[in-house]
T-cell receptor
């Protein structure tokens, strides 16, 4: 089976940088995805890392280390609208995406 | 363009009543479809997935069932709701090759009272 661990809550102020970590244990690994979910809304896809290294998409970056079974989502120049829950997830071969329990990010002014 | 429709947005049902939630996808054929449930403040639990008409796989034994009567239609049902069935139900469609990218419907907030 799959298990993913991420912090339950992170707080930061506007303009800061925050890193949300995710460690995983999987029987087969294909890559690590990240999703954002605002309160009351549906999750939306942010990024996917299949290979080691850093992927940058605007203010958001995602990193993967397959040897360490570890990844993180880096959010820069935080804005109030970044307050949301962030989920790491791994695809399970032949089935679906398995999600972590999520990290609630609170950005204050 | 591809879109996914899910309804209703909110639903309040008494314990013991039946349930039917519908999800339809437009702009694609033979999609892989999924039902997830999210309890308040919790992660997403995979309930069912379907790779084609009439093909349903269940991830968690529970009071729910799913059906895929048409290529782009996925239905979640229950004959008798329990209090523990309350939650946010999300239908999703796979867009990535490995299933790494899911596109979610807007969800149904179900309250069982």
């Amino acid at each position: 089976g799959q298990s993913l661990e991420q912090p339950s809550e992170v707080t930061a102020v506007e303009g800061a940088i925050v890193q949300i970590n995710c460690t995983y244990q999987t029987s087969g690994f294909y890559g690590l995805s990240w999703y954002q979910q605002h309160d009351g809304g549906a999750p939306t896809f942010l990024s996917y890392n299949a290979l080691d290294g850093l992927e940058e998409t605007g203010r958001f970056s995602s990193f993967l280390s397959r040897s360490d079974s570890y990844g993180y989502l880096l959010l820069q120049e935080l804005q109030m609208k970044d307050s949301a829950s962030y989920f790491c997830a791994v695809p399970e071969a032949g089935t679906a995406l398995i999600f972590g329990k999520g990290t609630t990010l609170s950005v204050s002014s | 363009s591809q879109t996914i429709h899910q309804w209703p947005a909110t639903l309040v049902q008494p314990v013991g009543s039946p349930l039917s939630l519908e999800c339809t996808v437009e702009g694609t054929s033979n999609p892989n479809l999924y039902w997830y449930r999210q309890a308040a403040g919790r992660g997403l639990q995979l309930l069912f997935y379907s790779v084609g008409i009439g093909q349903i796989s269940s991830e968690v034994p529970q009071n729910l069932s799913a059906s895929r009567p048409q290529d782009r239609q996925f239905i979640l049902s229950s004959k008798k709701l329990l209090l523990s069935d309350s939650g946010f139900y999300l239908c999703a469609w796979r867009t990535g090759v490995l299933g790494e990218k899911l596109f979610f419907g807007s969800g149904t907030q179900l309250s069982v009272l």
